[in-house]
């Protein structure tokens, strides 16, 4: 490989990795490649990599098919052809070694690994934290955050701040004033070559930027940006604010414009987050490695904070059940506009604007949970265990080792556990033991006499609902009394809108049970 001749660094627009725009993915992503850190990154363990990518589903290709006994050496040489034409980047090689770049590139700016050609690959310890759920997406995100450069390795660009600081001081200069950034706005603040906030904003008392045409006019006039328009006002900065979406930063507000406002339950945690000074030398911005090492410093004191705010987080998540109604309320909605809602996830479609920026996932979650209120909203507490902003919508997927939403009253417990995963294999690996973990170590709900769980995704593979009957199984040998169903979204809302749910649970379980009776006999 030729070596790349680097040119002179020049102001450029904030951007990461717009090939994976749903940050949540890198989790995924990281989990799967922890078994190759201390392997040295050469072609031999990166076709490792990539194959074991497309194995357990992580990313797929019509190409390549996966089946039950298929096996990494069984797909290898697939992986290296469909991969064979994606350009070198980020220093490694054409091909399928540049397809491991293409999700370890946004992890390695935020230092979460350390993944450069030739060289053993590591793991930071926030890293380690998130896929041993020892912390979640939310506190992850929003630590690597503080310690992000614009200038690194990774970006030869003469911005050199912390992006996320500066666009946060400027919103919450904005509060202060009774103000709010409009998405225009942020694009311009995308912009900005020096961090400095009150120089932004007195650019914006200056300038009107009320469509994506104006802005984009202003931007070319005044950056000289040759970037198409799309790239400019809509790709870089939609990955950018979903990443302030994922680390609590930001809530979306509809008001004839769209606005980007602090989150308010997050705001204490925010501001202390700030007060830590964190500053990279120019060798740490300059070499990988140092780069690395840097964003791996100072973790005792910011996960001080976050331990601090979990319990903050803790009571608000009882507030959760009043918001849903106060969303049903404030928005209107009925059961029809919720099933409707429901039916549109994963087709870019929405019914209720404002929602649409929540993550295809966790809108599910947030979904299905305000249409168990509707129904049962009457007789039980409801509680989704996502993580949400003041308004009561959802940012962040449920910490680890917890449910993703409870219902109950004093004698019955119900655990709805949601996915979106359609593949085989994933659905198995990643959504099964977890949910039956998280009904049987709930020691809140232990002494509840009658126990529920509906497992809910796209479709119901038949090794996943074999998994669950043979839970049923082994729950009635040891004297668990459980009724349980894995459904599929649209029957889970059929059953749902019909008041049917326990019933339906109880007469799967014992119908589980008297066949294998049966068959046994």
Partial sequence: MKKKIKRKPTYKQMAFETAVRNPERYIGFLSAVKDFVGKTLDNDTLLEIVSHLYLIGEVSSPEIIIEKQTTIDDIKDKVAYVNSTRRADGGFPQGFASRFWTYMRTPSEFGFVYAQYGKKFQFSQIAQMLIESKIDEQEAFSIQAMKYNRKSPYRNVS?????????????????????????????????????????????????????????FKFVQDEYNVTTRINTVTKDYPDVIRRVLIISGFITIRYTGKKLIQINENKLNYINELLKIDFKLTDNEKADALKYFKKLNTKNKEYLKIVKKYRKEDKIIADEYTNKLFNIIKEYEIDENIISESIEKIGTRRTVIDEFKEIPEPLKLEFYISILVALKYGDKFVIRPNYKADHIGKPYSHAPGNTGDIEVFSNAIYWLIEVTLIRNKTQQLNHETTSVMRHLSTNEEFKEHLYKYLSFIAPVIHYDTREFFDISVIKSKMNNYKVSLKPYAINEFVEITREKQNFTDMEKYTENVFTTFKNKLN
């Fill in 159 to 215: 911005n050199d701040f912390n992006f996320f600081r500066f666009i946060l001081k400027a919103i919450i200069k904005l509060k202060k004033n009774k103000k709010s950034l409009s998405y225009e706005q942020f694009i311009i603040a995308t912009l900005s070559n020096d961090g400095n906030v009150d120089k932004f904003l007195k650019l914006l008392k200056n300038n009107k930027f009320r469509d994506y045409e104006q802005v």
